[in-house]
């Protein structure tokens, strides 16, 4: 929107500009913030985008370039995400909600958190830099698929690197109609001076962009399904606004308070998003207090989203557990904000479901596919669960059987838990790889062997 003179008064993105334009018209009730502006409107002009996630990186790119006026909100509060550029070695994108590491480079702030995990989602995919927090030990996941150069274990990548991140930095602060236009626009500057090798990579992003697209917009049946039954039902029972597509599932596990873990599994339309899995250390509860623990779970979680280190809200979060772990979950979905949010458990002994929003016990038959599916996420987030504490008891049994050999200090104690999962696994490793380990001679390894071996037989 624009005044006589050309200013730009507002700019704003709207999925359909005639209704949005309309509205403006229409409702004479407004603000008296909107009755002044349209006061002031001469003009108004248009850029068309091609997907969503484009209008609001443009938007807010042109927002932080001509300021106008009656965008005050968006320039000044702090609540909105923002799009950080990490000042690493080999920086990382992501989405934060504070401004504080001086190192690191801010683009936004942005009006639509969900649309900027996509456009993460969508850079990420197109050029593939690291998503890590912490640089790995070994290629992650993302290297195998080709999304992610490994600089983890390829440290001679650090210039293509750095190219791929200027890139990116590149599109964020040019203010282009869309990320295929700007690259489009490389492509043929790198042709028209001679850089054919260059070209040719941007021609490979753009066909990678291409099909991630077609991929995106093309709605499939998942495999062996006829719809989404169990979904379905659970939204009519649980009298749910939306249907819960996605679903996580919370638990915990410990032995008389010790060595406590908590666990979050997640399902995307009715199958385990394993990608999506999380796994807590309990730090903040000492004890046997299973609803503080679900508390710290759900709270780290809720953490993650504010500060953009987790990428989707789920639709509904599960419990395993009764009236009291629902409750305490409740509590801290409350406390941080998000009360709104679907919040249902279902306790293991007579299978019995709770919702919080209903306020008590939800009726479902034993024959229905939503219980069924209930089961399914809850079984699967206590599988996940045992099964890290299970490792890190072994390592806990692990330390103290190394404690006994002479000649193994803190730090061959740390290379050899960090290269097993168990004395089961190294029991049955060769002298000769034991003694090639960092740290490691064959005198201590044929002693490591042999105290291990004894162990075995004494007991």
């Known amino acids: 929107m624009k005044n006589r003179e050309g200013e730009i008064l507002y700019i704003g993105k709207a999925r359909s500009l005639k209704k949005r334009v309309a ?61 950080k550029i990490t000042g690493d070695e080999f920086p990382r994108l992501h989405v934060t909600r504070n401004k504080t590491d001086k190192k690191a480079l801010y683009y936004g702030p942005y009006t639509d958190a969900k649309l900027l995990r996509e456009a993460v989602t969508l850079i990420n995919t197109v050029f593939p830099i690291r998503k890590c927090r912490k640089l790995p030990k070994k290629a992650c996941l993302y290297y195998h698929i080709g999304q992610c150069l490994a600089p ?10 750095h190219r791929l991140v200027n890139e990116v930095k590149g599109f964020l602060g040019g203010g282009k109609r869309s990320f295929m236009d700007y690259l489009s626009d490389r492509m043929f500057e790198a042709a028209k001076e001679l850089r054919f090798e260059d070209a040719q990579f ?26 989404l039954s169990a979904t379905l039902e659970l939204k009519h ?12 599932c919370f638990d915990v596990s410990n032995i008389q308070g010790e060595e406590a873990v908590a666990s979050r599994v997640a399902f995307y339309r009715e199958l385990p998003d394993k990608l999506e899995y999380r796994r807590y250390k309990i730090k903040t509860v000492t004890g046997i207090d299973d609803y503080a623990m679900i508390q710290e779970a759900v709270g780290r979680m809720l953490a993650g989203l504010k500060e953009g280190r987790e990428s989707f809200l789920p639709d ?74 299970r490792s890190l ?8 059987v190394l404690d006994e050999i002479p000649g193994i200090g803190e730090r061959r104690k740390r290379i050899l838990l960090e290269q097993f999962d168990s004395i089961e696994v190294l029991k049955r490793t060769g002298v000769g790889e034991l003694a090639g380990l960092p740290g490691m001679n064959r005198r201590v390894a044929e002693k490591v062997l042999e105290r291990l071996k004894n162990k075995t037989n004494n007991s």
């Open 202 to 227: 941007f021609k490979e992003q753009i066909e990678a962009l291409g099909r991630l697209k077609k991929k995106r917009f093309s709605p499939r049946m998942p495999a062996g399904r006829i719809g």
């Open 393 to 400: 008891k072994e390592k806990q049994m692990s330390r103290s």
């Open 316 to 389: 509904l979060i599960v419990i395993d557990g009764g009236k009291g772990h629902l409750n305490a979950a409740r509590a801290t979905l409350e406390r941080e904000g998000f009360q709104e949010t679907e919040l249902a458990s279902i306790a293991k002994q007579f299978e019995t479901v709770y919702s919080a929003r209903l306020g008590g016990e939800v009726s479902i038959p034993r024959d229905s596919p939503a219980l069924h599916l209930l089961e399914k996420v809850r079984d699967e987030a206590h599988r996940f669960a045992i099964t890290y504490h």
């Open 237 to 248: 029972l649980l009298k749910m606004g939306k249907l819960p597509e996605r679903i996580v």
């Open 152 to 161: 983890c274990i390829k440290p001679e990548v650090k210039p293509e690197y």
């Open 23 to 83: 509205s403006y018209l229409r409702d004479r009730g407004q603000m008296p913030k909107i009755q002044v502006l349209l006061s002031k409107v001469g003009d108004l002009d248009y850029v068309e985008t091609p997907t969503e996630v484009d209008a609001l990186l443009l938007e807010a790119e042109l927002i932080r370039k001509f300021q106008p006026r009656y965008n005050k909100e968006l320039k000044d509060d702090k609540s909105y995400p923002l799009l």
